[in-house]
């Protein structure tokens, strides 16, 4: 009988942890319903030109989920939210290319608002489903440092009382994990509403960048 939508990716995950294998086996994923309402799944990359070995990536980036660009193009982080992370990469001195970037949920979430797919936030169980992608993805690509972009990431992997405002940009240690650096969400600082708002969510997000930078050619 087929699966239609389980509680889990585990089934989905195969054995073999190379990438390019994860990438196309989430295709296959029916561990919660967004499969049902996105356009496809979107798994994590480097941009083209990096190896994608093991040991070769120094920084996994995380974020929530992906949008509406990233759920029609299939890429993690090519919409608005990426074109802001991109810019705060380059200030920050990261070379993009040599990091992994990828999201908790691989499935966009949304509901209709008229011609719009609104974005809407991934629930626990959708976040708790998805775990087995994100587990095989620092498998395959053992990053040194975990760089969490907004509370859905951080907190999928520090619990739910980490709080992004108060631990930004410190080193966070949890058990089987490779070090985390907890940081704003790029979308969040698109969000702001001032200008003043909008500069200084920027000037920290860059900071905790550097910081990320910092730590991984110490
Ligand atoms: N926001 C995310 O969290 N991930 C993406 O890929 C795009 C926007």
Same mark, same amino acid.
């Given at each position: 009988?087929?699966?239609?939508?389980? %509680?889990?990716?585990? =089934?989905?995950?195969?054995?073999?942890?190379s990438?390019?294998?994860?990438?196309?086996?989430?295709?296959?994923?029916?561990?919660?319903?967004?499969?049902?309402?996105a356009t496809?799944?979107?798994?994590? %990359?480097?941009?083209?030109?990096n190896?994608?070995? =093991?040991?070769?990536? /120094?920084?996994?980036?995380?974020?929530?989920q992906?949008?509406d660009?990233? $759920?029609?193009?299939?890429? =993690?982080?090519?919409?608005?939210?990426?074109?802001?992370?991109?810019q705060?990469?380059? %200030?920050?001195?990261?070379?993009?290319?040599?990091?992994?970037?990828? &999201?908790?949920?691989?499935?966009?979430?949304?509901?209709?608002?008229?011609?719009?797919?609104?974005?809407?936030?991934?629930?626990?169980?959708?976040i708790?489903?998805?775990?087995?992608?994100?587990?095989?993805?620092?498998?395959?690509?053992?990053?040194?440092?975990?760089?969490?972009?907004g509370?859905?990431?951080?907190?999928?992997?520090?619990?739910? &009382?980490?709080?992004?405002?108060?631990?930004?940009? %410190?080193?966070?240690?949890?058990?089987m994990?490779? =070090?985390?650096?907890?940081?704003?969400?790029?979308?969040?600082?698109?969000?702001?509403?001032?200008?003043? $708002?909008?500069? /200084?969510?920027?000037?920290?997000?860059?900071? $905790?960048?550097?910081?990320?930078?910092k730590?991984?050619?110490?």
């Amino acid at each position: 009988m087929p699966v239609i939508a389980g %509680e889990s990716a585990a =089934p989905f995950v195969p054995a073999d942890r190379s990438l390019p294998v994860l990438r196309e086996a989430v295709q296959q994923c029916r561990g919660c319903e967004l499969y049902l309402t996105a356009t496809q799944a979107v798994f994590g %990359e480097v941009e083209s030109g990096n190896t994608e070995e =093991p040991g070769q990536i /120094s920084i996994m980036m995380i974020g929530e989920q992906p949008g509406d660009s990233e $759920d029609k193009a299939g890429r =993690p982080f090519v919409g608005p939210a990426g074109k802001l992370l991109d810019q705060a990469l380059v %200030e920050a001195g990261i070379d993009r290319a040599k990091v992994y970037v990828t &999201n908790t949920v691989k499935h966009f979430k949304w509901e209709p608002r008229g011609k719009i797919r609104l974005h809407k936030k991934p629930g626990a169980k959708e976040i708790r489903a998805c775990r087995p992608w994100l587990e095989a993805e620092l498998e395959a690509v053992q990053p040194r440092l975990i760089v969490c972009l907004g509370a859905t990431a951080a907190q999928g992997l520090l619990g739910a &009382n980490f709080k992004v405002t108060q631990s930004h940009g %410190e080193v966070q240690r949890s058990l089987m994990l490779p =070090p985390i650096i907890a940081t704003l969400h790029p979308s969040a600082i698109l969000r702001a509403l001032t200008e003043e $708002d909008r500069e /200084s969510q920027m000037a920290m997000f860059i900071e $905790d960048l550097k910081g990320a930078a910092k730590f991984v050619t110490a």
